[in-house]
């Protein structure tokens, strides 16, 4: 069983940054390929981007602003977020998935309760 817990959400002007963290509970924290996604209200849940052992990937929209890492020692996923758009405005979830890189949320089996994160104009 993996607990997540996401925090560093925020109200930030466009243009601004962020940093998401996610701190899971477990021994074998290494093992597991975590992943971030959003939902804006009235949306589809969307993949963010991911991490594993075997590297990163990201979601097409957020590529080149946002920067995903781990710190194994800590039991922690970042997500930094710059260049932010009003368009980024969502609820951040965390996730992890033993193995490897998914980008399917349906491939996740732990999940955090979210952060919220707002960008205005």
């Known amino acids: 069983q993996v607990q997540l817990v996401e925090s560093g959400g925020g109200l930030v002007q466009a243009g601004g940054s962020l940093r998401l963290s996610c701190a899971a509970s ?29 590297g990163t990937i990201y979601a ?11 710190d194994n020692a800590k039991n922690t996923v970042y997500l930094q977020l710059n260049s932010l758009k009003p368009e980024d405005t969502a609820v951040y979830y965390c996730a992890a998935r033993p193995g490897s890189l998914r980008s399917k949320g349906t491939e996740y089996d732990y999940w955090g309760q979210g952060t919220q994160v707002t960008v205005s104009n």
């Not at 390929?33 to 991911?50: L, Y």
């Not at 097409?60 to 781990?70: A, E, P, Q």
Request: cysteine-free; aromatic content about 18%.
């Open 26 to 54: 477990g021994r074998t924290f290494s093992r597991y390929a975590m992943g971030w996604f959003r939902q804006a209200p009235g949306k589809e849940r969307e993949f963010v981007a991911a991490i594993s052992w075997s």
């Open 60 to 70: 097409s929209s957020v590529k080149g602003r946002f920067t995903i890492s781990r």
